[in-house]
């Protein structure tokens, strides 16, 4: 089956963010950063766990690693996709030397709107969650 991105004409602010992140220290320091910049911020560090959240709590953006266990970032990204169509998606990785594939363009690929490589920076972050508050939301129709 063939998704087919849809362009919405709405622009609208991200004010809650979901980050995941298998390094519980990153994850928090990240959710205590962009709670500093009056960001709605919560932190876990599963794929699993961030689609049980998603399921109870709405987030405007979700910032997902690509390499955890239980569930890692590209099974993330699908499922997000697959039930929260308008959702905006930041992929951030520091790779690994195990892949020998670019995970983040596959992020890409799969519906992430932004790739980030670690070590990440808060100044990078921030950048990229207001260029995505001034791109129209996408919906994926499948």
Known sequence: MNAIMTPTARTEPIRSILVIDDDVQLGIGIKMLLQKHRYLAQATNSGGAALRIL?????????????MEDKDGLETIVAIRERHPGMRVIAVSGGSKLVRF?????????????????????????????????EPVSIVER
């Open 55 to 67: 399921a109870k709590e709405p987030f405007d953006l979700v910032i997902t690693d690509i390499f």
């Open 102 to 134: 670019d995970c983040l363009e596959m992020a890409a690929a799969l519906g992430a709107e932004t790739i980030l490589r670690k070590p990440l920076t808060i100044e990078a972050l921030l950048k990229a969650i207001r260029a995505l508050e001034e």
